[in-house]
T-cell receptor, first 113, second 115 residues
Framework: AQKITQTQPGMFVQEKEAVTLDCTYDTSDQSYGLFWYKQPSSGEMIFLIY??????QNATEGRYSLNFQKARKSANLVISASQLGDSAMYFC??????????FGAGTRLFVKA | DAGVIQSPRHEVTEMGQEVTLRCKPI?????LFWYRQTMMRGLELLIYFNNNVPIDDSGMPEDRFSAKMPNASFSTLKIQPSEPRDSAVYFCASRGGGHGTDTQYFGPGTRLTVL
C-alpha cells in the first residue's frame, strides 16, 4: 500500500536559520514522484519542489532542497535561511500507481522573529 | 499564464441541495484532479481525468458525488444531495503531460459549507 508519513505536527525555527521537515514514504512501485507543497493561512496550495524516483541528484529550488534518501524511503524538505513568510503548513506528497497522489498529514512550521 | 481557476470560491448551502463546483485547468494540461481537504481526513484524491476521461474514481466517497469533464477546459464536481459532512475545501489541480512534468498545480479551492 502507498503511504506518506509526516511525523512532526508542528515545528519552530528561528528566522534566518535552516529547518528540515521530515517525510517518509512507502510504495512498492519503482517509478514514483515526491512533492512538497506549502499551504499558507490563506489556503492555497503552492508547489515547492519535486523529486522523481530515478533522479540521482537531490532537487533544489531556491531556498528549498529535497534530501532524497531512496534506501531509507525518505524525502525531507530543507528550507534554508527561514523567513517569516515561510510560516505555513507543509505537505509531502507521493505520486505512485499511475497518477494517484497521496498526501501526508502535514507539518505546521512557525518562524520566529 | 492563468493558473487553475475554480468557482465559486465559497459556497454555503442547505442539506439536501445540489452543489456544483467548477474548474478550468491550465491550458494544455491533460490531467485534472479533484481533491477534498478536511481537518479530520486531510487531503484526499477524489477522482482524476486524463484527456477528459475519468481514470480513477476510487476516492469518490459515495454515489452522491459525481464528476464530469466534457472538454479539455472544464470540469465539474457535483454533490446531490449534499450533507453537512460534505463541508470541506475542494481543490482542483491540473498537470501537463510528458516526461519531467509530473507536478500538479492547484486552484485556489472552493470552501463548501453545508448547513
Amino acid at each position: 500500500a502507498q503511504k506518506i508519513t509526516q511525523t512532526q505536527p508542528g515545528m519552530f525555527v528561528q528566522e534566518k536559520e535552516a529547518v528540515t521537515l521530515d517525510c517518509t514514504y512507502d510504495t512498492s512501485d519503482q517509478s514514483y514522484g515526491l512533492f512538497w507543497y506549502k499551504q499558507p493561512s490563506s489556503g492555497e496550495m503552492i508547489f515547492l519542489i519535486y523529486q522523481g524516483s530515478y533522479d540521482e541528484q537531490n532537487a533544489t529550488e531556491g531556498r528549498y532542497s529535497l534530501n532524497f534518501q531512496k534506501a531509507r524511503k525518505s524525502a525531507n524538505l530543507v528550507i534554508s535561511a527561514s523567513q517569516l513568510g515561510d510560516s505555513a503548513m507543509y505537505f509531502c506528497a507521493m505520486r505512485a500507481g499511475g497518477f494517484k497522489t497521496i498526501f501526508g498529514a502535514g507539518t505546521r512550521l512557525f518562524v520566529k522573529a | 499564464d492563468a493558473g487553475v481557476i475554480q468557482s465559486p470560491r465559497h459556497e454555503v448551502t442547505e442539506m439536501g441541495q445540489e452543489v456544483t463546483l467548477r474548474c478550468k485547468p491550465i491550458s494544455g494540461h491533460d490531467y485534472l484532479f479533484w481533491y477534498r481537504q478536511t481537518m479530520m481526513r486531510g487531503l484526499e484524491l477524489l477522482i482524476y481525468f486524463n484527456n477528459n476521461v475519468p481514470i480513477d474514481d476510487s476516492g469518490m466517497p459515495e454515489d452522491r458525488f459525481s464528476a464530469k469533464m466534457p472538454n479539455a477546459s472544464f470540469s465539474t464536481l457535483k454533490i446531490q444531495p449534499s450533507e453537512p459532512r460534505d463541508s470541506a475545501v475542494y481543490f482542483c489541480a491540473s498537470r501537463g503531460g510528458g516526461h519531467g512534468t509530473d507536478t500538479q498545480y492547484f486552484g485556489p479551492g472552493t470552501r463548501l459549507t453545508v448547513l
